[in-house]
């Protein structure tokens, strides 16, 4: 693997491979009466969040302490330089901390790439922008492979605001890379310009697609897109492409229900369907752990040389 | 970062090799020791065999299996992990993980046989022993394995041991199995000419 | 003063004469290929060109020269109307530490330029007489080349009403082009209003054509990179309307427009349209539009990053073919230092802008002459004589070989075609680094550039 984790679009499929088997190993120690591992002794992993997000954040929190690493949780929000100022200076202080890795979440599209150039450590990307979030898909193809076997040949859907997705963009490289069948299904307005060149289907109908599904997931949409025009009326994107009981009554019977959280209950997903057994809203938290631990592990758990 | 697979350092180090055992010799062995744990354990109770990946593995299923043979008792086989427990990580690029499977019934009370292929500095079995204490508190923790090829850097000793064998360390030693290498043996591997050359030597299995 | 200019394989360093200064002074370029043409003697005298002699005829002794004239081996140079560039972001008054009229003409000399026209966009804003007085003023004081001030078309760029245009033409700085570039004239009747008040003196509104509602929060080409790096796309119709719309305009009221740094390929078609038509309509294209495509974003450098942004392959195409076609008028720079705080940051915090003035010429060499769309002669026309017609400076028949004929102003500069260099940001003689062509290979070097009769750089150093 790279030195950093900056996106999926340049993960290899050996090395996305590596991490979900390692994730797997990981899943194993949770099991043990003592989780926690010496591995990362004396590593230093700060968590340098310019955007909320506790979710994500705890994640790597426990990954890292799982580990044994030493985690700095650096919240860069509200500082009064500017937002590009504090980027480069916050490098140079973690590079005097003598952070091993950066975790970063940022609301720039790029971000932990230029982190990347200005710091020695390792550059994890927590979510940059509209750009990728790369953990979330690795413990997403992590999710569907523990609960279906397998990754290659799966029919995956992935509904909703595509445009401003990093989840999606990270998914659709990382599941063409694992030999998935991608479809995204979006109101037009809701798809980049330039997605003909991406690895998926393309489709506004989802009434169509679902029932030659395996795994539906399921985007989070942002009430303020509303006034943009990128779509009428709240309700009408729901009636359109939200995922209602009737919706999930016409998938396969094993297909799976994904939301990378947090959810919009009722617009793009209805509750009983979110709680249902096709859920994985709640493993998905577990496994989000497994992926991260293994991520870290496999960033920092050597001597940094390629072997 | 490393590949995943499992590879087999002696044999792509140039040198010179020797067979210093052959796959009889092995079934053999494997057979005394067997017969040693039997004893030493009253018959193998309470005993739980972890082998070691990846060799180590094999190695204790065949020991259970040699003790169903002779005594017709099943001892629980496992295998324990100890790669994120060791202290030489930084030493070289990332260690993949194997597969660690804690057999029903746990540790807590049992007798635990690790099993591995080769005992040299003992950091391996150092790691191992904190990785055991993670899934429980065995009362008794013993070790096999099938060549001790000398060059202790800990206080750790074999309780069963296959084949001492004299090394120097700028050799190396191959075990070979037929379930992971298609067939049994083991070699020492000389480094060609160059005194120096190869003077890292084994520092793969400890 | 004597100086070699380093002549392509030819002995370097002065051929003789003697050191004289001052204003009367006297060049022979000696074995000078004017226009990339025959090597010829120029001699420069009083600040005109004073006469072409047969090559290799002049010597420190011939007849007919003046005290103290110089010698200068320019064999294998190529000799050039000094360059004009349409389109200079000098920063001064307001951001000096990214660039001074100092420092930016002084890159300006170095990159071949005799002439620069100034962006408005200054703080304060150059919309009044002022302010482009005053920048003017300090072109004068630097000495390196003409600055020619443009004038904002609306008060503090602010795109709701006209700024004072006729005192800015009346000034001494002679305003004569207005733009409020940075920003688009969105609403058509200002534009329109501003097309028709310059008529009386004479002067063209150059649009920055970019619709404002189509590239809120844009930051890159909208296409298949920016779908693949999640940045928001600025589309290329955000620009084309603006010029089809304004088109329309300069020919409703018969007004001159000129389109800066046109980076599409419909925007070509819609400028070849509107010249078709019989409108004023005349457009600029940036070097860096001529080589640079938007697939360099996925560093997320935002040494990449400009408005309008790099553009596709195919864009990048019809420029280079609608420059050599004559329907894009003129290169201009866009030259827009930017301090490195500026830079060194996550893409969307950095402001938009390249520098330009020390490569135009070198970019221009690799993208339009090696491959045969210009030859020199063509090089001279988009790049000094177009530009300077377009921008209303005075010049003599501004067509050919004439302008840098017997009589003409000795404005001019030599280029050496025969280097590649790597271009370092630490060695531009710009206060700011952020060119995007660091590390990057380019050809050609100027070893000197005389403004009417005055070398301002020699041996390719600013004298």
Redesign the interface.
Same mark, same amino acid.
């Given at each position: 693997m790279k030195r950093h984790l900056l996106s999926t679009e340049d993960l290899g499929r050996d090395d996305a491979l590596l991490v979900l088997d390692t994730a797997e190993r990981m899943a194993r120690v949770a099991e043990a009466s003592v989780r926690k591992l010496p591995t990362l002794r004396g590593r230093t992993v700060v968590n340098l969040f310019f955007e909320d997000s506790t979710r994500t954040r705890t994640s790597f929190e426990v990954a890292a302490k799982r580990l044994s690493a030493d985690v700095i949780n650096f919240s860069a929000r509200g500082s009064s330089v500017s937002k590009g100022e504090s980027l480069k200076d916050t490098a140079q202080t973690l590079e005097a901390m003598g952070a091993d890795a950066v975790v970063c979440r940022h609301s720039a599209s790029g971000a932990p790439h230029r982190l990347a150039t200005w710091v020695r450590g390792s550059v994890v990307n927590a979510g940059d922008g509209t750009h990728e979030h790369p953990t979330q898909a690795l413990l997403d193809a992590f999710t569907m492979r523990r609960r279906l076997g397998r990754v290659d040949g799966l029919a995956v859907t992935i509904v909703g605001d595509v445009l401003h997705s990093r989840v999606a963009r990270s998914n659709v490289w990382l599941l063409a890379t694992l030999g998935a069948s991608v479809t995204v299904v979006a109101p037009p307005t809701l798809l980049p310009i330039g997605v003909s060149s991406w690895p998926v289907e393309v489709s506004y109908d989802l009434d169509a697609v679902l029932p030659k599904t395996d795994v539906v997931m399921m985007l989070r949409v942002q009430r303020e897109r509303m006034s943009a025009a990128f779509f009428p009326t709240e309700r009408e994107y729901s009636r359109r492409y939200g995922l209602d009981v009737d919706r999930a009554a016409t998938l396969p019977e094993h297909a799976l229900v994904m939301h990378p959280g947090p959810m919009v209950r009722g617009m793009e997903i209805a509750s009983r369907v979110a709680d249902s057994d096709r859920s994985t809203v709640v493993e998905q938290v577990a496994n989000g752990v497994s992926v991260r631990m293994a991520v870290l592990y496999l960033l920092l758990g050597g001597s940094g040389e390629v072997s | @970062? /490393?590949? /995943?697979a499992a590879s087999d350092p002696v044999s792509r180090r140039p040198g010179i090799a020797r067979t210093v055992l052959s796959a009889d010799d092995i079934t053999r062995i494997v057979s005394r020791m067997a017969h040693q744990i039997l004893e030493k354990t009253s018959g193998g109770a309470g005993v739980v065999l972890l082998g070691v990946p990846t060799r180590g593995v094999p190695l204790a299923h065949r020991l259970a299996q040699r003790v169903q043979a002779v005594e017709g008792v099943d001892l629980p086989v496992g295998s324990l *992990?100890p790669t @994120? !427990?060791r202290d030489d $990580? +930084? $030493? +070289?690029? %990332? +260690?993949? $993980?194997? %597969?660690?499977?804690?057999p029903d019934g746990g540790v807590d009370g049992r007798v635990v046989i690790l099993v591995d292929d080769v005992l040299y500095s003992g950091r391996t079995v150092r790691a191992a022993l *904190?990785a055991l /204490? /993670? !899934?429980?508190r065995p009362r008794t923790v013993q070790l096999a394995v099938l060549v001790d090829r000398g060059h202790r850097e800990l206080p750790i000793r074999a309780d069963y041991v296959g084949k001492n064998m004299p090394t120097s360390r700028r050799e190396s030693v191959a075990v070979r199995l037929r379930e992971i290498d298609g067939a049994d043996g083991v070699l020492i591997v000389s480094p060609e000419a160059s005194p120096t050359g190869a003077a890292a030597g084994p520092g793969d299995r400890s | 003063m004597t100086a070699g200019a380093g002549g392509a394989g030819g002995p370097v360093g002065p051929v003789g004469g003697t050191a004289a200064g001052g204003s009367g002074q006297s060049w022979v370029l000696s074995r000078v290929r004017p226009l990339g043409g025959d090597p010829v003697d120029v001699l420069l005298t009083d600040g005109v060109v004073a006469a072409w002699r047969p090559a290799g005829s002049t010597g420190p002794d011939s007849e007919g020269l003046p005290a103290g004239t110089t010698i200068l081996a320019a064999e294998g140079l190529i000799m050039l109307p000094g360059l004009v560039d349409l389109h200079t972001h000098l920063r001064e008054p307001g951001r000096e530490d990214a660039e001074t009229v100092e420092s930016g003409t002084r890159a300006a000399a170095l990159g071949g330029y005799t002439t620069v026209f100034a962006m408005a966009n200054t703080n304060p804003v150059a919309d009044t007489a002022g302010v482009v007085e005053q920048v003017w003023r300090l072109g004068l004081d630097a000495g390196h080349c003409d600055v020619r001030p443009v004038g904002a078309v609306t008060v503090g760029l602010a795109g709701e009403r006209l700024a004072e245009l006729g005192a800015m033409a009346t000034s001494a700085a002679e305003v004569r082009v207005f733009s409020d570039d940075g920003h688009c004239v969105s609403d058509a009747l200002l534009m329109r209003r501003a097309l028709e008040y310059v008529k009386a003196f004479d002067g063209v509104i150059a649009q920055h054509a970019e619709e404002p509602r189509l590239t809120a929060g844009a930051q890159m080409n909208e296409g298949v990179v920016a779908a693949r790096l999640g940045l928001p796309g600025w589309p290329a119709v955000a620009e084309e309307a603006i010029i089809a719309r304004d088109a329309l305009l300069a020919g409703h009221v018969d007004s001159r427009l000129h389109v800066c740094h046109v980076s599409t390929a419909g925007s070509v078609e819609l400028i070849r349209w509107a010249k078709a038509k019989g409108w004023q309509v005349t457009a600029e294209v940036t070097p860096h539009h001529l080589l640079l495509t938007d697939d360099l974003i996925s560093s997320y450098d935002p040494v990449y990053k400009v408005n309008p942004p790099l553009r596709t392959a195919a864009d990048v195409a019809a420029l280079r073919a609608g420059l050599a076609d004559g329907t894009i008028d003129c290169v201009a720079t866009d030259h827009a230092p930017h301090a490195l705080e500026d830079k060194e940051t996550e893409w969307a915090a950095a402001r938009p802008g390249m520098l330009g003035l020390e490569t135009a010429l070198s970019v221009v060499m690799e993208t339009m002459v090696i491959p045969g769309h210009l030859d020199w002669v063509g090089v001279a026309d988009r790049m000094a004589l177009a530009p300077a017609r377009i921008g209303g400076l005075p010049r003599p028949a501004a067509e050919g070989w004439s302008s840098i004929a017997v009589g003409a102003p000795a404005t001019v500069t030599l280029l050496d075609p025969s280097p590649w260099r790597v271009v370092e940001a630490d060695t531009l003689a710009s206060r700011s680094r952020n060119t995007p062509y660091a590390g990057r290979s380019l050809p050609g070097a100027i070893r000197a550039t005389f403004l009417r009769g005055r070398p301002t750089v020699l041996d390719g150093k600013v004298v």
């Open positions: - | @970062m /490393a590949s /995943a *992990d @994120m !427990y $990580l +930084r $030493l +070289r690029g %990332v +260690r993949p $993980l194997e %597969v660690t499977e804690i *904190d /204490a /993670a !899934y429980g | -």
